[in-house]
Nanobody, 122 residues
Framework: VQLQAFGGGLVQAGGSLRLSCAAS????????MGWFRQAPGKEREFVAH????????YYADSLEGRFTISRDNAKNTGYLQMNTLKPEDTAVYYC????????????????WGQGTQVTVSS
């Protein structure tokens, strides 16, 4: 499956963005999906993941409930709604998919999108 992440941009602290991850090539609904992010000079970190049918979601504890992951298999698209953004959320955000249950370890994901930059100004 090919993934393309988009929707990033520049936003002020406290603002919101919704990232999208468009999938093509194989049946998106057969894959769990995850979002990860990587800030300059830091390791890639887990943000959230969602099961193939959208029924199970997990989030990084550090997000404090500000982000929501979702998906629409009919549209072959996953989403990450980000609210109350903080400057420390600034990073390149990646979507990823794997043909098994979602996990927090980015190394276990098979397919990756190209990343979209999110910049939060203070």
């Amino acid at each position: 499956v090919q993934l393309q992440a988009f929707g990033g941009g520049l936003v002020q602290a406290g603002g919101s963005l919704r990232l999208s991850c468009a999938a093509s090539g194989r049946t998106f609904g057969r894959f769990s999906m995850g979002w990860f992010r990587q800030a300059p000079g830091k390791e890639r970190e887990f943000v959230a993941h969602i099961s193939w049918n959208g029924m199970i979601t997990y989030y990084a504890d550090s997000l404090e409930g500000r982000f929501t992951i979702s998906r629409d298999n009919a549209k072959n698209t996953g989403y990450l709604q980000m609210n109350t953004l903080k400057p420390e959320d600034t990073a390149v955000y990646y979507c990823a998919a794997r043909p098994r249950a979602g996990v927090r370890d980015w190394e276990l994901y098979t397919y990756w999108g190209q990343g979209t930059q999110v910049t939060v100004s203070s």
